[in-house]
């Protein structure tokens, strides 16, 4: 087990690959407090949480909203004691070409995938420098590295993302925390299942693995990058896309 | 058992967050030059501060409080402690 006895946190737990990490550092071990703007999905994933021996919280919270992120980080603290792992990994896509692309657009995305880092990272920071360790896993995307025409916006909030992750990294490392990001390339999920054939073919050409990501990749990532296996890696970057980015 | 003085409770903060000696925390004795403490350090004890006193502690105040005597000037001025 490695993180026995742990206690995390993961935005974005209701499906695919936040639910994925949830129900691998559940088997590992951890506690999971479940975020996902949808109660029906939160209860979904702390069930899977449950039925592998641990503890569970449910808990329905748009993390673009600071008030209320900052609520619900201390309702986890209250129920669990202590937060050693945070996982941001919730995000959203309003895709388009940026000529097309309302402001609407635009603010929903970096509203919701970098702020909604910020949200939970400040009183994580806050309370992991008292306690004097900590892991902080940031899901961003390769489109943050390369880009993508249609994701303008994605591309910015998930490059943002990075910066943050750097950031953060440096302010904290002489406390025992460790703050990384994970830039998964395809991974097949509802996400993605809504892409056309067709550019799902171009794709798949660009990738050396000759395969898409299952949600299980980026939570063996978050796995190694939560436990005492990483600790003496921060501020990074891990691309996991079968090749795709090199 | 009287209740500590707003000195002591300070001085209290200050031992447990940067992990110091309490001879060490004399009030001319400055956080970084001379009780080593980090930004971070800093950041914290005004936290610590804010918390012990229910008092709120602006940025711009913040970077004044550099010594032990700052601190405990500035706590009797902000509240009437």
Redesign the interface.
């Known amino acids: 087990m490695k993180l026995q006895g742990k206690n995390a946190i993961i935005t974005g737990a209701g499906r695919g690959i936040g639910a994925a990490i949830a129900e691998l550092f559940a088997a590992q071990g951890a506690n999971v407090a479940c975020v996902s703007r949808t109660q029906a999905n939160s209860d979904r994933t702390a069930e899977v949480v449950r039925a592998a021996g641990r503890r569970a919280l449910a808990l329905a919270v748009d993390v673009g909203d600071c008030a209320a992120s900052e609520k619900a980080f201390d309702q986890v603290v209250a129920e669990f004691g202590t937060v050693d792992i945070l996982v941001n990994n919730a995000g959203v896509t309003k895709d388009t070409l940026l000529m097309r692309m309302s402001e609407a657009d635009w603010d929903e995305v970096l509203r919701v995938n970098l702020k909604g880092a910020f949200n939970w990272t400040k009183p994580a920071v806050k309370h992991m420098v008292k306690q004097r360790s900590g892991r902080i896993i940031n899901i961003s995307s390769v489109i943050g590295l390369i880009g993508n025409a249609g994701q303008c916006n994605y591309a910015a909030s998930k490059a943002g993302l990075i910066g943050f992750t750097k950031s953060v990294a440096r302010e904290t490392a002489t406390r025992g925390i460790t703050c990384n990001a994970i830039a998964p390339g395809f991974i097949v999920s509802d996400m993605t299942s809504e892409l056309p054939q067709a550019v799902k073919d171009k794709v798949l050409a660009g990738i050396p693995s000759g395969r898409f990501g299952e949600p299980a990749d980026i939570a063996e990532t978050s796995l190694f990058l939560a436990s005492t296996a990483s600790s003496y890696i921060t501020g990074q970057v891990l691309a996991v896309d079968g090749g795709m980015v090199m | 058992m009287a209740e500590k003085s707003l000195e002591d409770k300070v001085k209290d903060i200050i031992v447990k967050q940067l992990g110091v000696n309490a001879e060490q925390v004399t009030p001319e004795a400055k956080f970084i030059e001379d009780l080593g403490a980090?930004s971070?350090d800093t950041v914290?004890l005004v936290?610590a501060i804010e918390e012990e006193f229910g008092v709120e502690v602006p940025d711009e105040d913040a970077e004044k409080l550099q010594t032990v005597a700052n601190v405990i000037e500035y706590l009797k001025d902000k509240a009437d402690l």
């Open positions: 980090d971070l914290e936290m």
